[in-house]
T-cell receptor, first 111, second 114 residues
Framework: LAKTTQPISMDSYEGQEVNITCSHN???????ITWYQQFPSQGPRFIIQ???TKVTNEVASLFIPADRKSSTLSLPRVSLSDTAVYYC????????????FGRGTSLIVHP | SAVISQKPSRDICQRGTSLTIQCQVD?????MFWYRQQPGQSLTLIAT?????????ESGFVIDKFPISRPNLTFSTLTVSNMSPEDSSIYLC???????????FGQGTRLTVV
């Protein structure tokens, strides 16, 4: 199971773009990268997943370099409501996929 | 997508007693999981709930302490047995659906043992 490393915390201001990088040096060939968001007193919520290059949805973008040893979650023009903990997960569905959470990054957006 | 409902949302229990947490999914899920989350900490996987068979427990968690049932594809229970204050935590139920990497989570059960 590939271990992930993220910054423990980040601060930003409303309207700015936030980039959270996750390191996963031991990622396996079949592993996908998934990001979750968790607000206080709620369960985590799936944001985005990717295998390589760039993926974009209505919430965020995910950038994955060619070596796949890291990934960057990009949140455009954050608002106060984006204050949350963001988790990077790496795993493969080969056999069965079990979401395993690392420490996560606590993002605080200031007015 | 899937909506996961957990009951109870919170409880305060006496040490030595047991609490059963229910998890209901509004659609079929391929896999179901139970996690524990201490305040300010990440999620720790307790076990994978297997339909019609014994759950698969992670290191540090045992069936006698955390018996789990999953009688069908949409329902599971987690029992926290013989509770002590150290069991005070948030317990979360999760399920995987068609997108193999998109897990859905319940709101969690906040347990306080006194």
């Amino acid at each position: 199971l590939a271990k992930t490393t993220q910054p423990i915390s980040m601060d930003s201001y409303e309207g700015q773009e936030v980039n959270i990088t996750c390191s996963h040096n031991n990622i396996a060939t079949n592993d996908y990268i998934t990001w979750y968001q968790q607000f206080p007193s709620q369960g985590p919520r799936f944001i985005i997943q990717g295998y390589k290059t760039k993926v974009t949805n209505e919430v965020a973008s995910l950038f994955i370099p060619a070596d796949r040893k890291s990934s960057t979650l990009s949140l455009p023009r954050v608002s106060l409501s984006d204050t949350a903990v963001y988790y990077c997960l790496v795993g493969s569905s080969g056999g069965s996929y079990i979401p395993t959470f690392g420490r996560g990054t606590s993002l605080i957006v200031h007015p | 997508s899937a909506v996961i409902s957990q009951k109870p949302s919170r409880d305060i229990c006496q040490r030595g007693t047991s609490l059963t947490i229910q998890c209901q999914v509004d659609s079929q899920v391929t896999m179901m999981f139970w996690y524990r989350q201490q305040p300010g900490q990440s999620l720790t996987l307790i076990a994978t709930a297997n339909q019609g068979s014994e759950a698969t427990y992670e290191s540090g968690f045992v069936i006698d302490k955390f018996p789990i049932s999953r009688p069908n594809l949409t329902f599971s229970t987690l029992t926290v047995s013989n509770m002590s204050p150290e069991d005070s935590s948030i317990y979360l139920c999760s399920g995987l659906t068609g997108n193999l990497y998109e897990a859905f989570f319940g709101q969690g059960t906040r347990l306080t043992v006194v």
